[in-house]
Nanobody, 112 residues
Framework: QEQVVESGGGLVQPGESLKLSCTAS????????MGWYRQAPGKERESVAGITRFGVTNYADSVKGRFTISRDNAEKRVYLQMNNLQPEDTAVYYC??????WGQGTQVTVSS
């Protein structure tokens, strides 16, 4: 069964940090490009960050310089380090494997 599971979300104040994790199973993880997406209430789902099988990264302009995506192929895990979080970052964050499954999401709330 192909599956990715997110964890690490929570409630933080503006300026604080969180690190999200995504653990994969049942897929040839090493050969998949991976991505983080988010969906805020009443908004469309958007791409946040991506990382290729070779470790090449890309970021949405809104998070560039604040978020860092990384992967550990041996552990079949991808991370999203989120620094200087702002209220507009509030959303459900999803992990996705290219040609594979989506996760169920983890809630990130940034509020004073």
């Amino acid at each position: 069964q192909e599956q990715v599971v997110e964890s690490g979300g929570g409630l933080v104040q503006p300026g604080e940090s969180l690190k999200l994790s995504c653990t994969a199973s049942g897929i040839a993880f090493t050969y998949y490009d991976m991505g983080w997406y988010r969906q805020a209430p009443g908004k469309e789902r958007e791409s946040v960050a991506g990382i290729t099988r070779f470790g090449v990264t890309n970021y949405a302009d809104s998070v560039k310089g604040r978020f860092t995506i990384s992967r550990d192929n041996a552990e079949k895990r991808v991370y999203l380090q989120m620094n200087n979080l702002q209220p507009e970052d509030t959303a459900v964050y999803y992990c996705h494997a290219e040609y594979g499954p989506w996760g169920q999401g983890t809630q990130v709330t940034v509020s004073s």
